[in-house]
């Protein structure tokens, strides 16, 4: 999963997240999508929801944003409020610094 997440990183680095790339960093914008779809997880929000919001995309982001939906739907839902935001902030996070880090290997 994480080879077809570099893949669109390094490919598609302007396609989902265009209307952002001025304020933030390509991986700022991938942490913020993997941090509202981990949120939404904890939420319970259906995962038919995220594969629906995936279909407006196109190529490499749908893929990165469907990768992001699957790795996040991998994961539990949390019993807690407490254990909900550290999940998130940690998926965020993750997504973040691997980003940062296929960006230097490249």
């Known amino acids: 999963m994480k080879k077809i997440i570099m893949c669109c990183c390094c490919l598609y680095s302007g396609a989902l997240f265009a209307s952002v790339q001025d304020s933030i960093s390509f991986c700022q914008a991938i942490a913020i999508v993997a941090e509202n779809v981990m949120q939404e997880r904890q939420d319970e929000v259906p995962l038919s929801l995220q594969k629906s919001i995936?279909?407006?995309?196109?190529?490499?982001?749908?893929?990165?944003?469907?990768?992001?939906?699957?790795?996040a739907y991998d994961l539990p839902i949390f019993p807690n409020e407490t254990q909900k935001q550290q999940a998130v902030e940690s998926f965020k996070l993750e997504y973040f610094d691997y980003c940062e880090h296929a960006e230097v290997s490249e």
């Open 54 to 71: 995936a279909l407006e995309y196109e190529d490499g982001a749908k893929e990165l944003y469907e990768a992001i939906v699957e790795d």
